[in-house]
């Protein structure tokens, strides 16, 4: 037998990659005359939680938003600079932003589940992305999602049901679902838990901790105790800059910026 | 160390009351070493007791501190240099109880003392070092409440005055112990004592230290010269 003590340390470590999933180079963002991100240079790591936390308005959203385009769909913006994923340009003109976001999946702050029932909700990404040639495959992808979102044991039994008769919390988890049956390689969330109570966002964190072994998981938070729980690396941003990133445990132990200290200590706003 | 207000003032009412329990335990502390050389010096049996008596307020204040440092960490999920501020809190309130464990064990060893013939000089260079110890400590408190590495840093270094007194004790005592047997009893409790004290210092060279991660967030490398070279000498040497 082995030391059960090694086990449990090696665990935690042994899912740890240091393969860089996003390379993002001097990014920039404005929406009109406001630069809301300025010089962004920053690795994201392939099978690692990524946090980015900062104040309102810093430019975490806006920046996670870059990383599949999100912001294409608003007029005012304007980005420069460079976002690779997989060393590919994502606003190079041949990439097609659908596609895109079929590889950099997106959950929301507000569980939006479309109106339909719970199977079509996961299949539909999968079908207009043609993921499944008949409907034994569409059903293999439904239920692997439904599993990998960790809601399939609560709702296998009335996949007809409508998306919406769900609690917020399975909503957001049949939300990660959704994202994830297209078999995307990176996971974007937008303050996923921000809807949910304690016990359905210890859900969706355990949820997160399982899907880092799959995919890059970047996530957006107001919660700094949600940022140390979920997250191995973390992104402190402030008023459009990238201050500090890092490690989570230095970061909320002996963070090197004194704007980082401040902010997750409480003591600005 | 930020200086900083926190924006929930409660908070910051919580980390005042952990320092100044602190601070109130060390002056516990600090009055402990020095009651106690003198009880030894002016061999007052009645100073050596209330020294030993004392010693429980100085648990029972680990006690508190201890549990206001879980109860800050179990409501206010400290970060930053407020997490290293809770950690080192409960840390050097452990060294300071063990520091007050020995001052009481002087109390102990002073009564058995008293009944003793007196060895010429003992008491005043027992209550010499204990004072170097009680301006460590003095000194590293300071550097405490002040968030002050530079400051904690010489006292890490001076620990190597107090060493380097027990090995000048050490060997007065193995001449007296050779030159009349009859000294041996007295010699072992003034040894144990001279021993004690410099435990003392190694308790507040690690306070030093807490500090030291405190403020910086990394502990200073183990580069200190190390005065006592009693494990190293042979007993039996030129003495």
């Known amino acids: ?269 | 160390m930020s200086d900083k207000a926190h924006i929930a003032s409660a908070f910051d009412r919580d980390l005042e009351t952990i320092q100044a329990l602190i601070m109130k335990m060390g002056g516990l502390v600090e009055a402990a070493i020095m009651d106690a050389a003198r009880s030894l010096e002016n061999r007052d049996e009645d100073l050596a007791d209330q020294v030993r008596r004392n010693d429980k307020l100085i648990d029972a204040m680990e006690e508190e501190i201890n549990a206001e440092a879980v109860r800050v960490i179990a409501l206010r999920a400290p970060m930053g240099s407020d997490l290293r501020l809770v950690l080192s809190v409960i840390k050097i309130s452990a060294n300071l109880e063990r520091v007050g464990d020995y001052a009481k064990n002087m109390g102990k060893r002073t009564s058995a003392l008293v009944q003793m013939e007196q060895i010429e000089g003992a008491g005043g260079a027992l209550r010499r070092m204990s004072k170097a110890v009680e301006q460590m400590l003095r000194d590293v408190l300071d550097a405490y409440i002040q968030g002050d590495a530079a400051l904690a840093e010489d006292v890490r270094q001076r620990d190597a005055d107090v060493d380097q007194m027990y090995t000048a004790l050490f060997r007065q005592f193995v001449t007296y112990m050779i030159e009349d047997p009859r000294n041996i009893t007295s010699c072992m409790h003034l040894h144990f004592i001279a021993k004690n004290i410099e435990r003392m210092g190694d308790h507040v060279t690690s306070i030093a230290e807490q500090v030291v991660f405190m403020v910086t967030g990394e502990l200073p490398d183990e580069d200190r010269s190390k005065g006592d070279r009693t494990s190293y000498d042979r007993l039996t040497g030129d003495l």
Request: with cysteine.
């Open chain 1, 1 to 269: 037998m082995n030391d059960p003590r090694q086990i449990s340390a090696q665990t935690e470590k042994a899912l740890d990659s240091n393969d860089i999933k996003i390379r993002a180079r001097d990014v920039q963002v404005y929406y009109g005359d406001n630069h809301a991100i300025k010089d962004v240079d920053v690795d994201i790591l392939d099978k690692t939680v990524t946090a980015f936390i900062g104040p309102s308005g810093c430019g975490k959203s806006t920046f996670l938003r870059c990383i599949n385009r999100m912001n294409d769909t608003i007029d005012i913006a304007r980005i420069e600079g460079e976002i690779l994923l997989d060393g590919q340009d994502i606003y190079d003109p041949s990439i097609d932003p659908v596609q895109l976001r079929a590889k950099v999946g997106m959950v929301f702050q507000k569980p939006n589940p479309f109106p339909k029932s719970i199977y079509d909700n996961i299949a539909y990404g999968p079908r207009i992305h043609g993921l499944a040639r008949n409907r034994a495959e569409l059903d293999e992808i439904v239920e692997k999602s439904l599993r990998r979102g960790a809601i399939w044991d609560e709702v296998k039994d009335r996949l007809d049901a409508p998306g919406t008769s769900l609690s917020g919390g399975q909503q957001q988890r049949l939300c990660i679902a959704r994202a994830v049956a297209t078999e995307p390689e990176v996971l974007l969330m937008d303050e996923p838990c921000s809807a949910l109570d304690p016990i359905a966002t210890a859900q969706v964190e355990e949820l997160i901790d399982e899907l880092r072994a799959r995919y890059s998981v970047v996530i957006v938070t107001h919660s700094m105790q949600q940022a140390a729980r979920v997250s191995q690396r973390t992104a402190f941003f402030h008023l459009g800059n990238l201050v500090e990133y890092g490690l989570t445990s230095d970061i909320f132990t002996n963070p090197r910026d004194s704007r980082t200290e401040s902010y997750i200590t409480g003591r600005i706003g």
